[in-house]
């Protein structure tokens, strides 16, 4: 019992600090497919808004677009490990998002206790978006060139508005990556992407990216509890950082210069890791911020 209590001291002063804020978490991986897992995480949200904080959650959900073209028969090309987007996945693809996963995470923090709304890009003109323009070297000829990746795009403006009428109603949004251009096109944006943008556009105070490993590893596989622009240009160069972790920092970087006041990578598979996150001294992943003073 004792224990307990000094975890709620410990976390006092993080709850005095937080009050009122807004926090953007990314939920996806593994984590997604696990009801254990899924149901830890309702509970945390359920938690951070009961407290006075403001959780706005963004889902992902690539296998389950994969799971849903194979069993419809839609195959699927792959450009440069990118997923090309015709019309049609498009379509399967918003159906997938909006509909299945995105009500799927608003009951599950309805069973938690909390009330929540899902929401995508297009509703209320959340999200508009634009097509992603991605170019890659020939490594024969060393021409660079354009890869068309279909209806992918990323937002090219976030209006807050519909997502804080939500929160200032007691309720949570669930937001669903999918945006819309100005001429009424669908876009299949990247989770990461689209929270980042998220983040930025209501100045959070956190941003959360869930993913399947501890967070930023250094070469001898130990976990980097801090960073910031600097550091993390300096550790892509020399080959530390690489893989699918370059573009969540990148996410990171772009949301903590454009005024999130900083960014968490973290393991979503240990249960309330963003809770040990918030609220302990020693935290659970790797936090990033915009800050040259902070991290030699």
């Known amino acids: 019992m004792l224990a307990k209590a000094e975890t709620l001291t410990e976390a006092l002063p993080y709850l005095q600090r ?14 997604m497919g696990d009801p254990a897992l899924a149901r830890n995480f309702a509970e945390d949200i359920v938690l951070l808004k009961q407290v006075g904080i403001n959780p706005v959650v963004v889902h992902g959900g ?7 073209l194979e069993r419809v028969g839609v ?11 015709t019309k049609e996945t498009a379509e399967i693809a918003e159906m997938v998002l909006s509909g299945a996963i995105n009500k ?36 024969d000829s060393n021409i660079e060139r354009i890869i068309d990746l279909g209806f992918v795009g990323e937002p090219k ?20 990556p999918i945006g ?20 930025s556009a209501l100045r959070a105070a956190r941003l959360f990216l869930l993913t399947d490993v501890a967070g930023v590893l250094d070469k001898q596989g130990e976990l980097l509890t801090d960073l910031n622009p600097t550091k993390i240009e300096k550790l892509s160069n020399d080959g530390t950082i690489k893989g699918g972790m370059i ?16 960014a968490v990578v973290l393991d979503g598979r240990i ?12 935290g659970a992943g790797t936090l990033i911020r915009d800050d040259f003073e902070a991290v030699e």
């Not at 690539?62 to 849903?68: D, F, S």
């Not at 573009?247 to 454009?258: D, F, N, Q, Y």
């Not at 249960?271 to 020693?282: C, V, Y």
Request: glycine share 12%; charged share 25%; proline share 4%.
């Open 75 to 85: 195959e699927s090309k792959f450009v440069d490990g990118l997923r090309v987007t």
């Open 247 to 262: 573009p969540k920092l990148e996410t990171c970087v772009k949301a903590v210069i454009e005024g999130v006041d900083a």
């Open 62 to 68: 690539g296998p389950q677009i994969g799971a849903m």
């Open 157 to 176: 403006h976030v209006d807050r508005t519909v997502v804080d009428k939500i929160s200032a109603s007691g309720m949570i949004p669930v937001i669903a």
């Open 271 to 282: 249960p309330h890791a963003m809770l040990l996150e918030i609220f302990t001294r020693q």
């Open 18 to 31: 937080y009050a009122g804020k807004t926090f953007v978490i990314k939920y996806g991986g593994h984590a």
């Open 180 to 199: 819309v251009d100005d001429d009424g096109h669908t876009y299949n944006i990247n989770a990461d992407t689209m929270a980042g943008a998220v983040a």
């Open 104 to 139: 799927e995470l608003v009951s599950w923090i309805g069973r938690a206790g909390g009330s929540a709304i899902g929401i995508s890009g297009k509703d209320s003109g959340f999200v508009k978006a634009v097509k992603l323009r991605r170019t890659a070297r020939d490594p």
